[in-house]
């Protein structure tokens, strides 16, 4: 995330080579692309982390640091 970042809310992902971003409401991909299986995990991090995400993305509309989030175990 981006401090003051446009809307909708949402997240970057950088894997090896690939880049996307990533809807938070939605749990959608917007732009970019990534592998199926690494997109798919992403996705499921998200919406286990979705109510934490938008706390983090409102924080940094706010010029906040965003919380530490725990990845995908």
Do not use: N
């Not at 970057?12 to 970019?32: C, P, Q, S, T």
């Amino acid at each position: 995330m981006f401090f003051k970042d446009h809307a909708p809310p949402h997240f970057h992902v950088k894997y090896a080579e690939h880049k996307a971003i990533i809807d938070i409401r939605e749990l959608a991909l917007i732009e970019g692309k990534l592998p199926r299986r690494a997109l798919g995990l992403v996705l499921d991090w998200a919406e286990l982390h979705q109510t934490e995400l938008l706390a983090d993305w409102q924080l940094c509309q706010d010029m906040q640091s965003p919380k530490p989030i725990a990845p995908l175990e």
